[in-house]
């Protein structure tokens, strides 16, 4: 359901079902509207879903050029250090975990959705205007968590509850 619902918001979708079931993988484009941003640019995307998809975030690639794949840009991790940064994953376990255990797997999968892509959705505009304004660094007024896990756990945790257990 949470592939259906992320290839519902990408234009020109594909999915793709691991015939072992160990993924599913999502890609079209994707609009890059959110919040109060309105906007005609889209990015490319690659999304990639665990079977345990309510405590492991989706894997996110974006094809275009314009992503800078730095840690100051929350891009570049991952086994080939192309992955975007999307969430702290302790976070997503907490926030979807808690949706599907209060409200059930179809709210949980429409709540993990809106997550996923809203997140996406402003890391990557921001760096579509980092590309465009010709910025070298990230910005000190646009949010972000810590780079060393430890620390952005941290900082996670003085504002939030632990993961719910099932």
Known sequence: ???????????????????????TEVSGLLNLSHDDTTTSKAARCLIKLSPEWNVQPPKVWCLEPWVRFEADWHAGVGTNRDQLCY???????????????DEGPVAASAYAAAFCLRNIRWLLYRHYIGHVTQM?????????????LEKALKQYRRQSIPCPQK
């Open 1 to 23: 359901m949470l592939a259906s619902l992320l290839a519902s918001n990408l234009n020109g979708s594909e999915m793709y079902l691991d015939p072992a079931a160990e993924w």
């Open 87 to 101: 969430v702290l994953a302790q976070e997503w376990c907490d926030m979807v975990t808690k949706v599907l255990i």
């Open 136 to 148: 070298s660094i990230w910005p000190t007024d646009w949010p972000s968590r810590p780079h060393d």
